[in-house]
């Protein structure tokens, strides 16, 4: 028995070699994707503008020039002034900073509930993965929209309570591709025989499952961050996010839409241009790598 379990453990595993042509492979593929190259130069333009910005431009983002209310850009001020003569470009700078961390913070939490959940009701399978989905089932039919209104008026507005709001609201979809792929990757020979001659289940989830899903989680984690930031700027453009005096850019937005009739359009396009620039990228990464890892698209292309 012992024999035949090492037999089936060296045929599951991929060699070093074999991983690093795949992983090259699926570089080579994504580069190949204009979508891909143009999400990616996008953000990490966004990522060096936010956390580099303010050491190449240090502007205060909180000072009050009560002379230049609401200038239009000019070269004092690039992006010109908010309606408290605060420089906007320096704001936008710091806006995308908690924005973005939140996001991936959020994101990475959301990830880690939703895969451990998948793995482990696919796997066990039976009236552990029908309680499990049910679960899911009870947590999804409340509307997103209400539970995190109503939390996040109930309790202090905090970044940590952002983060809870968003994990606990996004993971039900991961757990469910998860679950997907573990209920096919348990059918094959190997995991049946191992199952068969006692390894563990915790060796067969983290050793023979797990990387042979890691494609699919990193897709799903990439579309999940972009969902991430979407969710903190609508709720911050609502009066719901981001606790202040920090600006972020669903605020900043929220803020200027009551300078709308005055015409002050820099007041509203960066941060909604951030926004979106944030979003599309990080879609257009998603669907790069899901075309990268995704063999049989290849195989059709």
């Not at 509307?143 to 109930?154: E, G, H, I, K, R």
Request: proline share 7%; aromatic share 10%.
């Amino acid at each position: 028995m012992v024999i035949a379990l090492r037999e089936i453990t060296r045929s599951s595993k991929v060699t070093p070699r074999q991983k690093e042509s795949w992983v090259w492979s699926s570089l080579a593929r994504f580069w190949e994707q204009p979508l891909g190259r143009v999400g990616l130069g996008i953000f990490l333009f966004l990522i060096l503008f936010c956390f580099a910005g303010p050491m190449v431009y240090p502007a205060d983002p909180f000072q009050m020039h009560l002379i230049s209310i609401l200038q239009p850009p000019s070269p004092a001020y690039p992006l010109g002034t908010n309606n408290l003569g605060r420089n906007m470009l320096a704001r936008l700078m710091l806006g995308g900073q908690p924005s973005l961390e939140v996001g991936f913070i959020a994101a990475t939490a959301a990830m880690v509930i939703g895969v451990v959940y998948g793995m482990v009701s696919g796997f066990v399978g039976g009236w552990v993965d029908t309680l499990l989905m049910r679960i899911i089932d009870v947590l999804r039919s409340v509307p997103t929209l209400f539970l995190m209104v109503f939390l996040d008026s109930a309790f202090h507005p905090s970044i940590m309570l952002l983060i809870v709001l968003i994990a606990f609201t996004s993971w039900h979809g991961v757990s469910r591709i998860v679950r997907a792929e573990i209920l096919s990757l348990k059918e094959l020979t190997y995991i049946e025989s191992a199952t068969t001659l006692g390894m563990s289940r915790m060796r067969i989830l983290f050793v023979h499952l797990l990387p042979n899903i890691m494609a699919t989680i990193v897709v799903a984690a990439t579309f999940m961050v972009g969902d991430s930031v979407l969710i903190i700027a609508g709720l911050s453009f609502l009066g719901l996010g981001l606790p202040p005096p920090e600006p972020n850019w669903g605020s900043m937005l929220a803020n200027a839409m009551a300078y709308l009739p005055q015409n002050s359009w820099w007041l509203i396009y960066p941060p909604g241009i951030a926004i979106l620039g944030t979003v599309l990228s990080i879609n257009f990464l998603g669907d790069a790598l899901r075309k990268a890892f995704d063999v049989r698209l290849n195989r059709r292309g």
